[in-house]
């Protein structure tokens, strides 16, 4: 992990370094408009260190990030007056921007998003979710004791 990658466009942005409509801004992190919006307000909100994805950031820059993302959240529908928000973090697929970010959306009713933007399905048996809960636990018992 690096404090900063002069080849990552969004440390440059945290850095000043590249104009951005910056939002917010404070120690640990740097929340900008997304110069592709779905919906005017959309944001792109980054840790100010960079790591690629949501594993890599450390745990003390956990409030951080996400407390923001919150405040945005709340920001955006009372500031635009939007009805709610879509808050979400993509890992490696379809990260345009190898460095951490959450996108924060303005949403409002019938204004074309329906849900996700992928095809839901649904698990062939409850023993295949039952066998996915359990290997996932797994997972996450191993991880957080460090294995």
């Not at 635009?80 to 460095?99: C, D, M, T």
């Not at 996108?103 to 996700?116: E, Q, W």
Request: with cysteine; proline share 6%.
């Amino acid at each position: 992990m690096e404090h900063m990658s002069s080849a990552c466009l969004f440390c440059r942005i945290a850095a000043g370094e590249t104009p951005a409509s910056v939002v917010y801004q404070d120690a640990q992190v740097v929340a900008f408009l997304d110069h592709r919006p779905l919906f005017p307000g959309h944001v792109l909100l980054v840790p100010r260190l960079h790591v690629v994805t949501l594993p890599d950031l450390p745990a003390d820059q956990l409030v951080p990030l996400f407390g923001t993302a919150q405040a945005l959240a709340r920001a955006v529908e009372t500031g635009l007056g939007a009805g709610g928000s879509f808050v979400a973090v993509n890992n490696r697929i379809s990260q345009s921007v190898l460095h951490l970010h959450v996108h924060v959306v303005p949403r409002s009713s019938k204004d074309g998003l329906r849900g996700f933007f992928w095809p839901r399905t649904r698990y062939a048996s409850e023993e295949e979710m039952e066998r996915t809960r359990a290997v996932l636990a797994e997972a996450l018992g191993r991880s957080r004791e460090g294995r």
